[in-house]
T-cell receptor, first 112, second 113 residues
């Protein structure tokens, strides 16, 4: 079992819709969770982090964490063509203070 | 405030040649990382440095060496490049304390022929 798993996509959504991305992780003791956005040919950019169960909102982005079910999700509301990118989920695994484990990423395409 | 910088941006090597990828940060972070990213493989950790003076292997260290020159700089060396090392290389830093956020440099695209 991979430490962090994401649906590879591609996920295609119409402009203005909600894009929903999911990520599951294997280590029940994980405490810190991150979402990165990566445009084609560019480096990953941190867009959200969440440490506590529940929802965290930042503009059009909402991260949702459910530790009991070991998943973290990212919602993109009012999706724009500029949201077209690959989204990477990253998890700090328990006992590995200096390392994050990354999922392979979900590619999102927003159709105008 | 440049954040994390990497040089060069692009490089083409012949098999067996050597080169050093440079990374520098002005974020005052203790921890620094080297990743490679290949299609379908995601980000894979090559080496990391938790603090100045220490380095440790990641998932895919074979064929690479690193030097943590000081708090700001962390270099990655390929002693004898192989086509399997064709990849995009990212340097990253991590915030100190308990937040664990990582910030990435712009990357180096390396092709080994």
């Amino acid at each position: 079992q991979k430490e962090v798993e994401q649906n590879s996509g591609p996920l295609s959504v119409p402009e203005g819709a909600i894009a929903s991305l999911n990520c599951t992780y294997s280590d029940r003791g994980s405490q810190s969770f991150f979402w990165y956005r990566q445009y084609s040919g560019k480096s990953p950019e941190l867009i959200m982090f969440i440490y506590s169960n529940g929802d965290k909102e930042d503009g059009r982005f909402t991260a949702q964490l459910n530790k009991a079910s070991q998943y973290v999700s990212l919602l993109i509301r009012d999706s724009q063509p500029s949201d077209s990118a690959t989204y990477l989920c990253a998890v700090k695994l328990e006992g590995r203070d200096y390392k994050l484990s990354f999922g392979a990423g979900t590619t999102v395409t927003v159709r105008a | 405030n440049a954040g994390v910088t990497q040089t060069p941006k692009f490089q083409v090597l012949k098999t067996g040649q050597s080169m050093t990828l440079q990374c520098a940060q002005d974020m005052n972070h203790n921890s620094m990382y080297w990743y490679r990213q290949d299609p379908g493989m995601g980000l894979r950790l090559i080496y990391y440095s938790a603090s100045e003076g220490t380095t440790d292997k990641g998932e895919v260290p074979n064929g690479y060496n690193v030097s943590r020159l000081n708090k700001r700089e962390f270099s990655l060396r390929l002693e004898s490049a192989a086509p399997s090392q064709t990849s995009v290389y990212f340097c990253a830093t991590q915030t100190s304390g308990s937040s664990y956020e990582q910030y990435f440099g712009p990357g180096t695209r390396l092709t080994v022929t």
